[in-house]
């Protein structure tokens, strides 16, 4: 079965730092683009980040431009995203996401289950 | 960025009518060299991760039902349940993948009258 499963999640300070997982199963993973994508509290899906499957490009919300850092090492089958000066709107249910560029033109066909992410003092 | 714009914000449909959902994106999302227009649909239901429902405006993804259907072009786009059934209480997000960054609309919340 191909999966997804992050973890990471948890609270942390303004101004902190969190670094959280994607753990890849059952597909080559690194053949495959993947995405971080967010969701708020009340709010709807907000796209994050973007890695190319051997890493070489990455590209990244304005609203997290400077402050996260996407990577993958494909040896672990392993998405990452370094979060830092965290800030409350940054507050999140954050996804990881497949990208399936060949068949389906770039559409994020498989999704894991979700990290929170809570920035509160 | 391309702006994409969804109506209604929420819609309350009786149970096996029809549910319409309409997605506007602020330019062209057409792919050329496929003559397909990149946008696809999400079902998101609470304590679920989102599920891709349709991509390439119409195709429907291994395992969706067909009463699930999207159409469209250029710019205005349309998922269609044809029978609501009670498990499709949720929010749908319609989503370009033309152009970095990818953006999605602002969902549409569809619940049983």
């Known amino acids: 079965e191909e999966q997804l499963v992050e973890s990471g999640g948890g609270l942390v300070q303004p101004g902190g730092s969190l670094r959280l997982s994607c753990v890849a199963s059952g597909f080559t993973f690194s053949t495959y683009a993947m995405h971080w994508v967010r969701q708020a509290p009340g709010k709807g899906l907000e796209f994050v980040s973007t890695?190319?499957?051997?890493?070489?490009?990455?590209y990244y919300a304005n609203s997290v431009k400077g402050r996260f850092t996407i990577s993958r090492d494909n040896s672990k089958n392993t998405l990452y995203l370094q979060m830092g000066s965290l800030r409350p709107e940054d507050m999140a249910v954050y996804y990881c996401a497949r990208d399936e560029v060949a068949a389906k033109g770039g559409a994020f066909d498989i999704w894991g289950q979700g990290t929170e992410v809570v920035v509160s003092s | 960025d391309i702006v994409m714009t969804q109506s209604p914000d929420s819609l309350a449909v009786s149970l096996g009518e029809r549910a319409t959902i309409n997605c506007k994106s602020s330019q062209s999302v057409l792919y050329n060299s496929k003559s397909k227009n990149s946008l696809a649909w999400y079902q998101l239901k609470p304590r679920q991760p989102p599920r891709l429902l349709i991509y390439w405006t119409s195709t429907r993804e291994s395992g969706v039902p067909d009463r699930f259907s999207g159409s469209g072009s250029g710019t205005d786009f349309t998922l269609t349940i044809s029978s609501l059934q009670a498990e499709d209480v949720a929010v749908y997000y319609c989503q370009q993948y033309y152009s970095t960054p990818w953006t999605f609309g602002q969902g549409t919340k569809v619940e049983i009258k």
């Open positions: 890695i190319s499957s051997n890493g070489g490009s990455t």
